[in-house]
């Protein structure tokens, strides 16, 4: 079974500062997908970037990228540029690209963000 | 475009009652999935339909969990009868078809559920 772990419960950054959330996972497949998504207290989990894992180059959606490290099984997160609307807890997912396949989550990083 | 609605958005009922959950997915989108989410943890699944199938429910306590979704548009998931390890917030998310290509999964704001 695949498991996501994310070690940081809490992390704080300052505006206009930049920060990496961590993430790592666990599976035996070779073609998947792994995903960033953000929970504002208002509960609606948004997608932040997507990787699909055959492919190298690392995915960057506006101030948010990442640095996907197949052979380490790693897949962090970095904001930059961090704004006050980045608060939010941010959850690190995976998804096998077989069959009828759902999402395994972390347990998630709650950002704080400061002026 | 709607997103995926959910109702109600709070709910608080006694251990043994029972509580009904309503989501309603965007348009045209054939799979539907119910998640729960204890506080301090990510989303778990629940169940997931492809239309009105059952794709996945390995994860449902079945002797008290049940889900259904009619015509394949809206879903309503059950609980009877609820346990105070049942509080946690239920999330519901649609996406256009589940399968080997990617298809983005949209998520409701959620219930929250209270068991006392």
């Known amino acids: 079974a695949q498991t996501v772990t994310q070690s940081q419960p809490e992390m704080s950054v300052q505006e206009a500062e930049t920060v990496t959330l961590s993430c790592t996972y666990d599976?035996?497949?070779?073609?998947?997908?792994l995903f960033w998504y953000k929970q504002p207290p208002s509960r609606q989990m948004i997608l932040v970037i997507r990787?699909?894992?055959?492919?190298?180059q690392n995915a960057t959606e506006n101030r948010f990228s990442v640095n996907f490290q197949k052979a380490a099984k790693s897949f962090s997160l970095k904001i930059s540029d961090s704004q006050l609307g980045d608060a939010a807890m941010y959850f690190c997912?995976?998804?096998?690209?077989?069959?009828?396949?759902?999402?395994?989550f972390g347990k998630g990083t709650m950002l704080l963000v400061s002026p | 475009e709607a997103g995926v609605a959910q109702s109600p958005r709070y709910k608080i009922i006694e251990k043994r009652q029972s509580v009904a959950f309503w989501c309603n997915p965007i348009?045209?989108?054939?799979?539907l999935y119910w998640y729960q989410q204890i506080l301090g943890q990510g989303p778990k699944l629940l169940i997931q339909?492809?239309?009105?199938?059952?794709?996945?429910d390995s994860q449902l306590p079945k002797d008290r969990f049940s889900a259904e979704r009619l015509k394949g548009v809206d879903s309503t998931l059950k609980i009877q009868p609820a346990k105070l390890e049942d509080s946690a917030v239920y999330l519901c998310?649609?996406?256009?078809?589940?399968?080997?290509?990617?298809?983005?999964?949209?998520f409701g704001p959620g219930t929250r559920l209270t068991v006392l």
């Open positions: 998310a649609s996406s256009l078809i589940s399968g080997g290509t990617y298809n983005e999964q949209f």
């Open positions: 599976t035996s497949e070779s073609d998947y997908y």
């Open positions: 990787q699909e894992a055959y492919k190298q």
């Open positions: 997912a995976y998804r096998t690209s077989r069959g009828y396949s759902t999402l395994t």
């Open positions: 348009s045209g989108h054939a799979t």
């Open positions: 339909f492809q239309n009105n199938g059952v794709v996945d």
